[in-house]
């Protein structure tokens, strides 16, 4: 079945530092991919996502590459802002399945 | 557009209670579904529907009952509540149409629920 695996957090950057949330995932055929994104008692949102290998989806300075051939779609971002602090969800979704499978979310807390 | 509502926020059960969780959308989305959010484990679908009148199982459906009656409503009841039910629910809608679910689904704000 279908899996999506993410990095534990919580992740402690301090303003202005790169971040790196890595996902990894297991499917069958061709899925698509997303960043959902969490902010403190809110529901969740879409942050970016991709929809065949080699996509690159951005979004607010968030970027993550749709890596078939590593069956991965890390999260990056050049530069932390204290308003990044949320909790961040990869998940992934295919074509005949209505739900997407989300991974276990990791927490990033971003200091002045 | 006020989006999806969820109501309540917050819910303390006894156990073998019953109660309902209520969702609304706006948007006209003919696809809705429960998740539950529990520490580690991500979301996990509950229920889902496609359109008024039609539901189906997801991933943990155990001691959970839906129906869709309108376009707008997706109620999750409990029959009777286990403290294994204690969770985050959350409500999601999308559109139908195209390469679903390449549609971004669309969350309410969730609704914590403890039972002793």
């Known amino acids: 079945g279908n899996s999506v695996t993410q990095m534990e957090g919580p992740v402690t950057l301090s303003e202005e530092a790169f971040l790196t949330i890595n996902c990894t995932y297991t499917a069958t055929g061709y899925p698509s991919l997303f960043w959902y994104v969490q902010y403190p008692g809110e529901g969740l949102q879409l942050l970016l996502k991709a929809t065949k290998a080699d996509d690159k989806g951005s979004n607010k300075g968030f970027e993550a590459t749709y890596r078939k051939e590593t069956t991965s779609f890390h999260l990056e971002k050049g530069s932390v802002q204290v308003s990044d602090s949320a909790v961040y969800f990869c998940?992934?979704?295919?074509?005949?399945?209505?739900?997407?499978?989300f991974g276990s979310g990791t927490r990033l807390q971003v200091q002045p | 557009n006020a989006g999806v509502t969820q109501t309540p926020k917050f819910q303390v059960l006894k156990t073998g209670q019953s109660m309902t969780l209520q969702c609304a959308q706006d948007?006209?989305?003919?696809?809705m579904s429960w998740y539950r959010q529990d520490p580690g484990m991500g979301l996990r679908l509950i229920h889902y529907?496609?359109?008024?009148?039609?539901?189906d199982q997801g991933e943990v459906p155990n001691g959970y009952n839906v129906s869709r009656s309108t376009t707008e409503d997706f109620p999750l009841r409990l029959l009777s509540a286990a403290p294994s039910q204690t969770s985050v629910y959350f409500c999601?809608?999308?559109?139908?149409?195209?390469?679903?679910?390449?549609?971004?689904?669309?969350f309410g704000p969730g609704t914590r629920l403890t039972v002793l």
């Open positions: 529907s496609v359109g008024a009148g039609i539901t």
């Open positions: 999601a809608s999308s559109p139908l149409g195209g390469r679903s679910p390449y549609n971004e689904q669309f």
């Open positions: 948007m006209n989305h003919e696809y």
């Open positions: 998940a992934l979704g295919q074509v005949g399945r209505r739900a997407l499978t």
